[in-house]
């Protein structure tokens, strides 16, 4: 058992969930404003520790409660309810005495986005909403903590790349070393960020947007193949991190074989049982599944629709917090879905709204890889006796394009003394046991443009393993 790699999840969930979770069904555009003084909503603490914390929305006073009723947790401060979606939401009469009492209290768990709080009532249901009240501004302590930090293989063999988010334009940093109690290594961070002007449309450029904050980046080594090492992140002035552990990479090695746990199109649930965007309530039993077999793992490999975001900037921060135990690690290595990249005339093969108007932005940034630029979202990497391939099914793979000629490439250049096997993923699969062919990027039409178009690049290589999501 040269490879053995782990499939924990791969599984459709646009058929099961579609375009109509709670928040898509939420009509922002129609939300009015009428004050109603009777009603109270007030929070069991106004500040909140760490990168996620527990608080309890109390509200009362309401005439006549009724089914459309309903708490929203909103980034603050709101110029215009009319214009932002809440980042969560919750009926009302989830309080179980509320029809009867016109009062409840409802538990939220909140992650720390950079960004106050305001919680507000809405009655009316979510065609239509009427916000009647609000609560008090609640805060992290420290909203520019370093948060969200994840590992990935670099170009080079005997390197680590380390990324994180954070608060504030000020200089971040990594420590690291071989002891945990003496971190003398240090590597100062580069930070970028983005505006809602560099996405391409709705609902992440307008209702969907929030600050993401700070993005760091840096690149440790050389490290020694298969030493522990012990590493924190952030800065005197916001703090740092918990204090991580990761196995340094070994590279190329024909006598390793290599352990990976792969997956796709998994999103992040919430632990509160409130509504999101496109909630994957099965995420965090993923995340467990996975955190269960990391101490025998080398690398994660997950093979795109990461977060389900899909415009709604807060479900970044969510899946980030989702899985940091996973992340700090171990690599997470990432591969682009329709659900990061596709909206219309932004570059991607297909023509349709699939990102929410992110068009690839808010996943690269995010998530360096070792591919050549920003949006060519396709890479390779030996890790033992296995060299990776990964491929974006987002953008033109026919011939002539950029990524056909990588593709070509790299496979032909694969030494099989070095690496015996080769592993070939993508989002979308070439084969596919469907009968769609609705659309030119239904399950069937894709299937057969890879078949044309790369599969003749597998067969030249004798391929091994072709893994692919959905």
């Not at 538990?107 to 507000?120: C, K, M, P, T, W």
């Not at 929030?210 to 840096?218: E, K, V």
């Not at 879905?337 to 932004?346: A, I, L, T, V």
Request: charge should be negative; glycine fraction near 8%.
């Amino acid at each position: 058992q040269m490879l053995r790699a782990l499939l924990l999840s791969i599984v459709f969930f646009q058929h099961i969930f579609g375009h109509e979770s709670p928040l898509s069904l939420l009509r922002v555009e129609n939300i009015v404003v009428k004050r109603d003084s009777d009603v109270i909503v007030s929070v069991s603490n106004q500040v909140l520790q760490g990168a996620a914390d527990w608080l309890t929305v109390t509200f009362s006073g309401v005439v006549h409660p009724a089914r459309g009723d309903w708490i929203g947790a909103y980034a603050s401060p709101v110029e215009n309810y009319a214009t932002k979606a809440p980042t969560r939401y919750q009926w009302a009469d989830a309080s179980p005495d509320f029809y009867t009492s016109g009062s409840g209290s409802i538990r939220f768990h909140l992650i720390n986005i950079r960004s106050d709080f305001i919680f507000a009532f809405l009655r009316n249901g979510t065609d239509y909403p009427i916000l009647v009240a609000t609560s008090e501004v609640v805060r992290f302590s420290n909203p520019n903590a370093p948060s969200q930090g994840r590992l990935a293989l670099h170009t080079l063999p005997n390197y680590m790349r380390v990324m994180w988010h954070g608060g504030g334009n000020v200089s971040n940093m990594i420590s690291y070393g071989t002891n945990k109690f003496a971190l003398n290594q240090y590597v100062i961070a580069l930070h970028s960020t983005y505006t809602a002007d560099d996405l391409c449309g709705s609902p992440a450029t307008d209702i969907g947007w929030l600050d993401p904050g700070m993005i760091h980046d840096a690149v440790i080594g050389p490290l020694i193949p298969g030493q522990r090492y012990y590493y924190r992140y952030g800065s005197d002035v916001h703090g740092w991190s918990d204090i991580y552990n990761f196995t340094a990479p070994i590279g190329a090695d024909p006598n390793r074989g290599v352990k990976v746990i792969a997956f796709g199109d998994m999103g992040r649930g919430n632990l509160d049982g409130t509504m999101e965007h496109w909630e994957m309530p099965a995420a965090i039993d993923t995340a467990a599944g996975i955190l269960q077999h990391l101490d025998d793992t080398d690398l994660v490999l997950h093979i795109g629709d990461v977060s389900y975001a899909v415009g709604y900037a807060a479900d970044w921060d969510q899946f980030g917090w989702q899985m940091l135990p996973i992340s700090t690690r171990v690599p997470y290595m990432t591969g682009i879905g329709n659900h990061e990249r596709d909206f219309p005339n932004s570059g991607s093969l297909f023509n349709k709204t699939d990102s929410g108007g992110e068009c690839g932005v808010p996943y690269n940034r995010r998530f360096h890889m070792p591919q050549t630029s920003n949006d060519s979202s396709w890479y390779s990497f030996d890790y033992g006796n296995v060299h990776f391939v990964v491929m974006s099914t987002e953008h033109s793979f026919h011939p002539g394009s950029l990524q056909h000629e990588f593709l070509s490439k790299d496979l032909a250049s694969v030494k099989r003394d070095v690496t015996p096997f080769v592993v070939f993923t993508g989002h979308r699969p070439m084969y596919v046991d469907s009968t769609d062919n609705t659309s030119y990027d239904a399950d069937t039409e894709v299937m057969h443009m890879m078949i044309q178009d790369v599969e003749p690049l597998l067969a030249k290589v004798q391929l091994e393993f072709n893994m692919n999501s959905t």
